[in-house]
Each structure stands twice: as C-alpha cells, then as structure tokens.
T-cell receptor, first 115, second 114 residues
Framework: DTGVSQDPRHKITKRGQNVTFRCDPI?????LYWYRQTLGQGPEFLTY????????KSRLLSDRFSAERPKGSFSTLEIQRTEQGDSAMYLC?????????????FGEGSWLTVV | GDSVTQMEGPVTLSEEAFLTINCTYT??????LFWYVQYPGEGLQLLLK?????DKGSNKGFEATYRKETTSFHLEKGSVQVSDSAVYFC?????????????FGKGTLLTVNP
C-alpha cells in the first residue's frame, strides 16, 4: 500500500499562469477528494469523485478550477489564470465506499505559491 | 450546516505533561468523528476515529470519546513527547447525504518542549 501520492509537492507560479496537480489514490479506493488548506486554517472541501464521476463541487471551486478523473484512477486539478489568493496547499484524499469507507486517507499535499 | 470548533492554540507543554485539546461539533444526524495530525510541511494523518456515541478512539497513547450529549470529542494524552509536536485537527463526517466529506476545525498547534 503506497498511500495517496501527489505531484508536484511544491509549485511556484506567476499570477495568470495555469497550474495542474496530479493525485494517485490508494489503488482500490473508488472515492477521491480534493481539499484546500490555507495557512492557519483547516482543510476545506473542494470536490469529490466516485469512480470517474464528479459528484459534488463546493462553491469554493470557481470557474477557474477544474478537476478530472478520466478513468476512475488518478485525478488532476487544474487552476487557470492563477491569482495570489489561490496560494494554498491542495490536498488529495481517497477512500472506499460502504462500511469501510468511513476513513479518508490524505496525501502529503501540493503547495502552491502564486507570485 | 456542519461545523467543528476546536480550542485555540497554540498549546505549549513540557515533556510528560497531560494533554487535552477540546473539540465540539454541530451536525445533524449521527456523524463520525476524527482526529487528524499534521506534522510540519506534511499532509494529514488519521490519528483516531469514533463512529457512534460513547465509542472511544485510541492510537499512540491518544484517546478521544464520542460524547453525543455534550457534542464533544476531546483529545487527550497522558504523557506527551517532543515528537507529538504538530497541528491537530478535529473533524466530522456527516451522516446521510453529506457523508462524502469531512468538515474540519481550524486546528490546534501543539509544541512539546524537552
């Protein structure tokens, strides 16, 4: 069990550029989540997938954000036209559904700094 | 909606001291409750969980009991170590239609000095 993997771990980008983060969940997990965490705050839910279907999106996920999970395995989170307010850690997590689905496992996060 | 309130930090203790971090929640139905820990520069690790009233979660010497009557899930450890220094997050996972996501508190920074 390799856990949830995220790439890149750190990204510095200029305002207005696009960035993409990748997440590889635990292999048998069919649910995948994205959260955002700013300094001094707890993580906030952005969106989640069950298999390849995106079932819920938070109002925090503006039109500049898009997430995909094309084959129900890895996922990408793209931020277009980045703004300084997008600077945060983006956390990916995964879980099973059903009775074992109660535990959500997190990756180590992708830090984004917009300058 | 669901919410979690944690005691504000930072908390600074000496090694071997007793730790309590308070956590209360607001939720409908029967949420599951969690404590996650975050070490500097890292993601979140599940520390312990409880899925129904009066359950006690425990791990690595940490304990928390799900108290529905007081809507609380306080984290305790009898003797902290320097290696316990981290940020601790209380979280709930709703029941029914909102069972897909975690709602977190703001976190409590714990520093343990030798």
């Amino acid at each position: 069990d390799t856990g949830v993997s995220q790439d890149p771990r750190h990204k510095i980008t200029k305002r207005g550029q696009n960035v993409t983060f990748r997440c590889d969940p635990i292999s048998e997990h069919n649910r995948l989540y994205w959260y955002r965490q700013t300094l001094g705050q707890g993580p906030e839910f952005l969106t989640y997938f069950q298999n390849e279907a995106q079932l819920e999106k938070s109002r925090l996920l503006s039109d500049r954000f898009s997430a995909e999970r094309p084959k129900g395995s890895f996922s990408t989170l793209e931020i277009q036209r980045t703004e300084q307010g997008d600077s945060a850690m983006y956390l990916c997590a995964s879980s099973l559904t059903g009775t074992d689905g109660n535990t959500i496992y997190f990756g180590e996060g992708s830090w984004l700094t917009v300058v | 909606g669901d919410s979690v309130t944690q005691m504000e930090g930072p908390v600074t203790l000496s090694e071997e001291a007793f730790l309590t971090i308070n956590c209360t929640y607001t939720a409908t139905g029967y949420p599951s409750l969690f404590w996650y820990v975050q070490y500097p520069g890292e993601g979140l690790q599940l520390l312990l969980k409880a899925t129904k009233a009066d359950d006690k979660g425990s791990n690595k010497g940490f304990e928390a009991t799900y108290r529905k009557e007081t809507t609380s899930f306080h984290l305790e450890k009898g003797s902290v170590q320097v290696s316990d220094s981290a940020v601790y997050f209380c979280a709930l996972r709703g029941s029914g239609g909102s069972n897909y996501k975690l709602t977190f508190g703001k976190g409590t920074l714990l520093t343990v000095n030798p």
